[in-house]
């Protein structure tokens, strides 16, 4: 814009400011403040003048080029929609199976696995401490026996899957490939992500079970072993979903998440493996939470911070490795168990926000979902939704269409820089697993937590059903139920595979497996040989609990 | 010295989401009350232990997983074969309808499920224990 012109909407905008002002005093706005759920001011409007100094090419660039603000790939949507990959998962690996091919035969384009708690901890299903977990949050899986099942009939050379597991991720990875290779799939063939992203368990979500240090190694065994082994697959999830959902706000969610990231990076690089060797198959989780503008300029900031952070900190050359490519959920705490129908609108919006963000891969929340798992008919509606968006309203036919919405571009600015000053505050206390060792990050999500709760009671923060709108209603009567003899069942098939297998060559890959874990050597092939040999996730778990001993828990309160 | 109502607040079970559990220690104690934090990974014999060291005349429980009638009877029963029945027990999360009257009857003394204010959780304590 040229001097004279940019004085002159200066001046008009003065003028506006000042015109305005007067008429507020006789039709008052609704608030004397907007702000986003990161307390980050909303003007009345914005102009040009909000963006002094914006350069397109240096802070946009174009789709599919550096700084990737814009999206990972030149032609995102009208090329392919994102994945359609709805989390699912509970009682045996039968259950689990069949609500996979239903999700399937809907149209979802990719698997997503949950399993239950005590798999996610490193425990059989015959464990003390499973009782009452058994096939509860997820599928129950005790061995490579269950996973046969879960994925029966499942090509999968044909469709990723993504596995929310952490601590055992290298055990459920090494599983999947068993079962691929019993498919004639090999390893260089599926494609897929496991989760795998420890430090955001430290902090929200809770299913650790090793130390830091020794967590830290086996995440490096595996993008080591997939660089060369499994070349398609995404070895880690860095995840801002979970950070979020235990209270954070947009700008924690994407500094925490790239904090994590950076010690991930840091960590693979200190063990020895090439930036680019691994840090292309690193992807990411982001929550699509309420406010909606906040949430697409969160997804554009945290491409554009990761490219920079890559590139300058990290010094990537190969451009995939600067590329952040995400997949998204809909914000499970957003969903009220009052009202559940008006869930169905938050998720589509919040859905809406992800598309528009850029996302390779999209969770929609089920309506029911604040009271059980999703039924077969909520679930339904979850994936429609997507479809919707897809197919129907036309918004995943240009790429990065917000861009150049002074709004859009003045608040993916304003998120970048905040969220910069968090990653620089983690720096100065020596990175994020020492950031957790202190109690920083848990802290900061903590008074967020609380802050928010307060502004939700004393009626700043409106949620329908609970402080606005509110009815007299009866809780639904068709949700989910677990079918009680699940635990039954489970506990008998993991006799029957105990009792079947060659108990001597399972016990004998197991000392392998602790000798090795007391030293160097890449986990593994050798946990791929006990899972082979029908090794239990407990069995192997509990040797890695011998060697490396248990994570303490700080208690932040 | 002035005399407060000591809580107790545990995760019982494997469920990790402690955001719920945090809101409300952090509300009970700003409402004047002593409140003890366990953390997660409780079980039924930990969190008894802890509620009779501590001397609470509350136990609050939060539970996400589903796992609840497996943790909660238990709970009671202990605190019965400990003689310290006269400690209330309360639930909080994701607890089915069906399950709050069971969960009544072997003598959880209320349940509070999503959307429940803190106002509500403090005023029920409150009106229902006598230092």
């Known amino acids: 814009m040229g001097d004279v012109r940019k004085k002159a909407l200066a001046d008009q905008y003065g003028n506006w400011e000042k015109k305005t002002h007067k008429f507020v005093s006789k039709r008052p706005e609704r608030k004397e403040k907007f702000t986003t759920e990161s307390n980050i001011t909303i003007q009345r409007t914005y102009t040009p003048l909000d963006l002094e100094g914006f350069d397109y090419l240096d802070q946009l660039g174009m789709p599919g080029e550096y700084p990737y603000t814009r999206g990972v790939q030149p032609t995102m949507y009208r090329g392919r929609y994102w994945t359609m990959r709805q989390y699912a998962g509970f009682g045996t690996a039968e259950e689990t199976n069949a609500r996979f091919k239903y999700l399937l035969k809907q149209g979802q384009t990719g698997l997503s696995v949950a399993f239950d708690l005590p798999t996610q901890i490193g425990y059989d299903s015959d464990h003390y401490l499973a009782m009452g977990e058994i096939g509860k949050v997820g599928v129950a899986i005790d061995s490579l026996a269950d996973m046969e099942i879960l994925f029966d009939g499942i090509p999968l050379d044909k469709v990723s899957c993504s596995m929310t597991i952490n601590a055992p991720a290298a055990i459920l990875l090494a599983m999947y490939i068993a079962v691929a290779e019993k498919q004639g799939v090999s390893a260089g063939q599926i494609s897929g992500t496991i989760q795998n992203d420890i430090l955001k368990e430290y902090v929200a979500r809770g299913t650790y079970i090793f130390p830091p240090k020794e967590s830290m190694k086996l995440i490096t065994d595996i993008f080591a072993y997939c660089s060369t082994n499994v070349p398609n697959w995404n070895t880690i999830s860095i995840s801002g979903y979970h950070i979020r959902e235990a209270g954070a706000n947009a700008v924690q969610e994407i500094a925490f998440t790239l904090a994590n990231g950076i010690a991930y990076v840091e960590a693979a690089v200190k063990a020895g493996l090439d930036v680019d060797d691994f840090a292309p198959r690193l992807s990411f989780f982001f929550n699509a939470h309420t406010n909606f503008f906040e949430e697409v300029c969160k997804y554009r900031a945290a491409r554009r911070l990761w490219a920079r952070i890559m590139k300058e900190r990290f010094g990537a050359r190969d451009p995939k490795s600067m590329m952040l490519r995400f997949h998204t959920q809909t914000g499970g705490s957003t969903l009220t168990a009052q009202q559940p129908d008006v869930n169905i609108m938050r998720v589509a919006y919040q859905a809406l926000s992800a598309v528009l963000g850029g996302t390779q891969s999209l969770h929609t929340n089920s309506k029911d979902e604040a009271l059980a798992l999703p039924n077969e008919h909520s679930v339904l509606i979850a994936l429609r939704t997507q479809q919707v968006i897809a197919e129907e309203i036309g918004v995943a036919d240009s790429v990065d269409p917000l861009a150049g919405s002074y709004f859009i571009e003045k608040l993916t600015n304003e998120i970048e820089e905040q969220a910069m000053e968090y990653i620089k505050k983690i720096d100065e206390l020596g990175g994020s697993p020492k950031a957790i060792e202190e109690g920083f990050i848990q802290r900061e999500i903590q008074d967020n937590a609380y802050k928010y709760q307060r502004s939700v009671e004393s009626n700043e923060k409106v949620v329908i059903g609970v402080n606005k709108y509110v009815i007299d209603e009866k809780p639904p009567t068709d949700l989910q139920k677990l079918d009680p003899e699940i635990a039954q069942r489970q506990l008998q098939k993991l006799q029957g595979v105990k009792s079947n297998r060659d108990s001597q060559k399972v016990t004998a890959c197991l000392e392998r497996l602790k000798e090795a874990a007391k030293g160097t050597d890449n986990l593994m092939p050798y946990i791929l040989e006990a899972v082979k040999d029908y090794a239990t996730l407990g069995e192997i778990c509990g040797v890695l609990r011998g060697v490396y001993g248990e994570y303490e828990q700080r208690i932040n309160f | ?131």
């Open chain 2, 1 to 131: 010295m002035d005399k407060r109502i000591r809580v107790l607040v545990a995760k019982a079970g494997l469920d990790g989401h402690d955001r719920g559990a945090k809101i409300i220690a952090q509300s009970l104690r700003d409402a004047g009350m002593e409140v003890i934090y366990t953390g997660l990974r409780q079980t039924p014999e930990q969190i008894v232990k802890t509620a009779l060291q501590e001397d609470v005349q509350v136990i609050g429980i939060s539970c996400l997983s589903g796992a609840h009638m497996h943790l909660l009877p238990p709970i009671v029963q202990k605190l019965k074969e400990s003689e310290a029945s006269d400690i209330m027990v309360l639930l909080g999360g994701v607890i089915p309808a069906e399950d709050i009257t069971d969960l009544k009857k072997t003598g959880v003394k209320e349940v509070f499920t999503p959307g429940t204010p803190t106002s509500r959780v403090i005023e029920f304590i409150k009106n229902n224990v006598q230092l």
